[in-house]
C-alpha cells in the first residue's frame, strides 16, 4: 500500500466512449501528477496539480482532461481516444510541492482502447 | 531525453548483492541522482536520492562518483522480491519534472 488509490485497475474502452480514472491519495501531499507508460517506452509526465492547481500540461492532446477538485482527488476523464492511447496510466502524489522528486505512485489503470 | 544511461538488464543470486549502476555525465551542479524501481504490474516505488554524498536507508545504499558522473545503487542483500526495473533518473533541484529512461531490468535468482 502506497497511499494512492487508483480505480479502475483496468478499463476496456472503444474510441467513442467516454469514460474516467480517478485517483486518492491519503497522505496529504500537496501534489499530484499523470503519467502515462507505453510498452517498451519511458513514462511519459501528462499533467501535474499543486494545490489543485495545473502547473504542467505537457502537450497532452484534448481528448485527455484532468481534473482536481481537491488536493486528495485526481480524476483523467477520457473521450474520443485513439487505439494508440492504450497504455498504463499512473497517478502520483508528492510532499512539498510538486518540485520535490519523491513521488509516491499508485498501482495504475490499465487502458485498453479499441 | 533521458540523461542516464543504465544496462538494459541484470541478474543476481539471491542473498547476494546486487550493484546496479547509471552513468549521467552530463549532470549538471544543481542536479539530483534518483533511483526507483517498478515491480512488475505496480506503479514506480522511490528508493533513494542524492546530491554529492552517499546515502544509505533501510532499501538500498546510493554511491555517487567524486565527479559525480557516474553512481551505483547497492541492495545488500537481494532477494527474489527485489526483482524488477530500476530507474536511475537525474533531477534539478528547483524543477518538478523526472525524465525516465527505460531502466535496467533486475532478475534475482534462487
Known amino acids: 500500500e502506497t497511499g494512492v488509490t487508483q480505480t479502475p485497475r483496468h478499463l476496456v474502452m472503444g474510441m467513442t466512449n467516454k469514460k474516467s480514472l480517478k485517483c486518492e491519495q491519503h497522505l496529504g501531499h500537496n501534489a499530484m501528477y499523470w503519467y502515462k507508460q507505453s510498452a517498451k517506452k519511458p513514462l511519459e509526465l501528462m499533467f501535474v496539480y499543486s494545490l489543485e492547481e495545473r502547473v504542467e500540461n505537457n502537450s497532452v492532446p484534448s481528448r485527455f482532461s484532468p481534473e482536481c477538485p481537491n488536493s486528495s482527488h485526481l480524476f483523467l476523464h477520457l473521450h474520443t481516444l485513439q487505439p494508440e492511447d492504450s497504455a498504463l496510466y499512473l497517478c502520483?502524489?508528492?510532499?512539498?510541492?510538486?518540485?520535490?522528486?519523491?513521488?509516491?505512485f499508485g498501482e495504475g489503470s490499465r487502458l485498453t482502447v479499441l | 531525453d533521458a540523461k542516464t544511461t543504465q544496462p538494459p538488464s541484470m541478474d543476481c543470486a539471491e542473498g547476494r548483492a546486487a550493484n546496479l549502476p547509471c552513468n549521467h555525465s552530463?549532470?549538471?551542479?544543481?542536479?539530483?541522482v534518483y533511483w526507483y524501481r517498478q515491480i512488475h504490474s505496480q506503479g514506480p516505488q522511490y528508493i533513494i536520492h542524492g546530491l554529492k554524498n552517499n546515502e544509505t536507508n533501510e532499501m538500498a545504499s546510493l554511491i555517487i562518483t567524486e565527479d559525480r558522473k557516474s553512481s551505483t545503487l547497492i541492495l545488500p542483500h537481494a532477494t527474489l522480491r527485489d526483482t524488477a526495473v530500476y530507474y536511475c533518473?537525474?533531477?534539478?533541484?528547483?524543477?518538478?519534472?523526472?525524465?525516465w529512461g527505460l531502466g535496467t531490468s533486475l532478475a534475482v535468482n534462487p
Open positions: 552530463t549532470i549538471s551542479g544543481n542536479e539530483y
Open positions: 533518473i537525474v533531477k534539478p533541484g528547483n524543477n518538478r519534472k523526472l525524465i
Open positions: 502520483a502524489s508528492s510532499p512539498g510541492g510538486s518540485g520535490t522528486g519523491e513521488l509516491f
